[in-house]
């Protein structure tokens, strides 16, 4: 590698690192404003996928009410929100039945009425769409590998586009060593567990005086299934089985679409049991009495997985620091309780937008817009998530059943009384790698092996995912020390990576008499789901950007 990288530089109002919901939402208000008030600001969008909406996967049902404040006639102009919901249900789940629990006995924003099921891969195709209208330049297949400073130590930019360099970490004759791109302001939308976004966070303290930030795994199967069977606008989650008391997660099943329905399972990745694999429970869930009538007959056409950032209101970090903000998945403005989070996100993607317009416009540049952050704490986002603020810390004091019930009251007294909870804001103890326990004090569990016509294995899944990288570059799954895995990881929990990697990426090789363990990384078949960075129980795992292009290509996720 070169010691000294001329590179070429190009110069915007703003930057975004990210085309998911918050990062094009954000990228839209700038330009709408710029054209109310007759002037020009310039916008530039980088998203690491081969196309905006590559690397995006949620359930999803989708509350329009972001969507509505910033392009009112969504309709009109085609949006794909096609699926209106129809029909609610909450099961709990036992090992051979069900439970159907009253919505009556839900508070009114745990009802989906409204609210439309979708593909949120193919609303953000559509939202780049109307950014490229506006004039918005939106670079896909560039990966924002790293940042540039300004001598104040304000961020100035990101590195885009480095490729080329081989997996020994000599340049290839294709080498590129990529271009910055210069911001007054760089907007940072990675979505979950960002590489950029955690190295801001750590940097700039913005965690301080929060609680841990918590996060779940999301896991997901796009289905076509016989007419006959088909519902459309039918949601129904459930929790329970096959999932113990202690271990807290459930079930997302919505019919949309071509006879589409999207089945998924999350596990919140505070979860102790080092043996326990979110993928094969989810393999389980499908088995169910109650759920796989549904899919057989059917064809599975898509699988992914994703982290979900589940700490609520009380796990936001700063939003601003010197030259940037957080928004979107990349600060975690999920509402845990009502399983959604993109129009939380695009709010705060327009917010940081309308405020560092405002800033540009007085001729302010690479200074916190700590505006964004008073109006964050003004906004429907922040009433919203105070809402539901210990549903999270509930469930993870008082186990599912306990958890859950709790929670449900103080649900309904906050969203009575203002806000006000008897229980104030609780905080959560500890991170989720810190959660694991030592594989010695639990029984290792085994798994059904897949019947290959409802339950799969990883390999077959992955394949649906389109996953792929370029093979020759340096892993992007790095290991700060590559002896952990084996003299700590392995005796003490059982080298639990090769578990909780929906996507085989992770294995322990041993030789022919057994012995001799060996860590293997399969970095070509991540994911991205960023799961390994939270949940390595020794955080000796570090999610990197690969080459531009690389990962997933979901259709239809």
């Not at 009410?65 to 392009?71: D, G, M, Q, S, W």
């Not at 990529?178 to 907007?187: P, R």
């Amino acid at each position: 590698m070169s010691e000294v990288l001329e590179r070429e530089s190009m110069e915007y109002d703003v930057v975004i690192v990210g085309g998911g919901p918050a990062g094009l939402s954000a990228a839209i208000r700038l330009k709408q404003m710029a054209e109310k008030a007759g002037t020009e600001v310039s916008v530039a969008l980088v998203e690491k996928g081969s196309e905006v909406g590559a690397h995006i996967l949620s359930g999803a049902v989708i509350d329009p009410k972001a969507l509505n404040e910033l392009i009112p006639d969504w309709k009109e102009k085609g949006a794909p929100l096609e699926t209106p919901v129809t029909k609610d249900k909450f099961l709990l789940l036992g090992p051979q039945g069900e439970l159907g629990l009253p919505m009556f006995a839900m508070p009114p924003f745990m009802h989906n009425h409204g609210c439309y099921i979708a593909s949120l891969g193919n609303v953000t195709r559509w939202l780049a769409a109307q950014a490229e209208e506006l004039g918005v330049e939106i670079y896909p297949g560039f990966a924002a590998s790293d940042m540039v400073w300004r001598e104040d130590g304000s961020l100035k930019g990101v590195v885009v586009g480095v490729v080329g360099v081989a997996k020994d970490g000599h340049e290839k004759p294709d080498y590129q060593p990529g271009m910055e791109l210069h911001g007054k302001y760089v907007f940072i939308a990675e979505g979950v567990r960002g590489s950029l976004a955690k190295q801001l966070i750590a940097k700039f303290e913005l965690g301080a005086g929060k609680s841990p930030q918590k996060y779940g795994i999301g896991i997901k199967e796009l289905w076509q299934i016989p007419a006959d069977k088909h519902q459309p606008g039918l949601v129904q989650h459930s929790t329970g089985w096959p999932l113990d008391n202690q271990t807290g997660g459930g079930s997302f099943l919505y019919h949309f679409g071509d006879n589409y329905v999207s089945v998924g399972y999350v596990v919140h990745l505070n979860y102790k049991n080092p043996w326990l694999s979110p993928f094969d429970e989810f393999q389980r869930f499908k088995q169910h009495p109650s759920i796989r009538p549904y899919l057989e007959g059917g064809k599975r056409i898509a699988y992914g997985a994703r982290a979900i950032t589940e700490g609520g209101y009380q796990s936001i970090p700063k939003l601003s620091f010197p030259g940037g903000v957080l928004i979107g998945c990349s600060a975690g403005f999920v509402n845990v309780p009502r399983i959604k989070g993109s129009h939380n996100a695009m709010k705060t993607g327009m917010l940081a937008a309308e405020e560092a317009f405002k800033a540009i416009a007085a001729g302010r540049e690479g200074d916190a817009l700590v505006e964004y952050e008073a109006a964050f704490e003004k906004s429907w986002v922040a009433k919203e998530l105070k809402v539901v603020r210990n549903a999270k810390p509930l469930l993870g004091k008082l186990g599912t059943a306990l958890g859950g019930a709790v929670g449900m009251f103080d649900m309904w007294c906050t969203h009575l009384f203002g806000g006000f909870s008897f229980f104030g804001t609780l905080k959560h103890d500890k991170t989720d790698a810190a959660s694991t326990g030592l594989a010695k004090d639990y029984e290792p569990l085994v798994y059904p092996k897949p019947d290959g016509v409802i339950s799969f294995d990883k390999l077959s899944s992955v394949f649906l995912s389109a996953t792929n990288h370029e093979e020759d570059q340096p892993a992007h799954l790095k290991l700060k020390d590559p002896s952990i895995p084996i003299d700590v990881n392995l005796p003490k929990y059982g080298e639990p990576a090769r578990l909780y990697c929906p996507a085989g990426v992770y294995e322990v090789l041993y030789d022919e008499e057994g012995a001799n363990p060996k860590f293997q990384i399969n970095a070509q078949n991540c994911v991205h789901c960023k799961t390994c960075d939270i949940k390595d129980p020794s955080q000796n795992i570090v999610w990197t950007t690969p080459e531009g292009g690389g990962g997933p290509n979901y259709p239809n996720m």
